[in-house]
Structures are given as C-alpha cells and as structure tokens.
C-alpha cells in the first residue's frame, strides 16, 4: 500500500522557518507529480506548490518569494521550505502525489502553527 508520510511541522514564531517534508512509501515508481496543500481553520484546502516529475514548479500567488519546493534526495519526496513565516501561514498542510487523474494521493497532515 502506498502511503505518503510528512513531517517538520510545528510551532513557530512569526518571522521564523520551517522545512517540510514528506516521503511516500510502498512504491518503486515516480509520480507524475508532488506537492502541497495546505487547510487553514475554516477555509477551504487550497494547492500551495506543485512540481512535476519534469520539474516544472508552480506555486500559489501568496507562496511566491517565501515557499520553496523541492524534491528530497531520496525517490519520490518533496520538501517545503517556508521562511519569513506569517501568522495567516497557520494550517494542516498536506502533501499529495498523483500519476494522473483519479490517482491522487494524500499525507495524514502536518499541523504548522505561526505564533505573533
């Protein structure tokens, strides 16, 4: 069974840094592509960053200049580098993988939680 497992959340202070990461286990083969979502308190998931197996990097406006994707050194994981962190960053942020459609692939969530 493949699983994604993230890891690196916590709690910080604004202005700090944190690294995301997440690793999928149970599979051999690379996804079509790796990312992130994250879940604020009641407001709906929204997509924070996606590369693809080519290494196309798409990030939401509000990630631009503070959010870094990348992949790990190990196959099939993918790291969030998040500086300058902000209050309004609070959420459950989710890692995902997909081969294509209807083969999205979703982490259990990693809480990360911005003190002023």
């Known amino acids: 069974q493949v699983q994604l497992v993230e890891s690196g959340g916590g709690l910080v202070q604004a202005g700090g840094s944190l690294k995301l990461s997440c690793a999928a286990s149970g599979t051999i083969f690379s996804f079509n592509a790796m990312g992130w979502y994250r879940q604020a308190p009641g407001k709906q998931r929204e997509l924070v960053a996606v590369?693809?197996?080519?290494?196309?990097?798409n990030y939401v406006d509000s990630a631009k200049g503070r959010f870094t994707i990348s992949r790990g050194s190990a196959k099939n994981t993918v790291n969030l580098q998040i500086n300058s962190l902000k209050y309004e960053d609070t959420a459950v942020y989710y890692c995902?993988?997909?081969?294509?459609?209807?083969?999205?692939?979703w982490g259990q969530g990693t809480q990360v939680t911005v003190s002023t």
């Open positions: 590369i693809s197996r080519s290494d196309i990097i």
């Open positions: 995902f993988a997909t081969r294509g459609p209807g083969s999205d692939l």
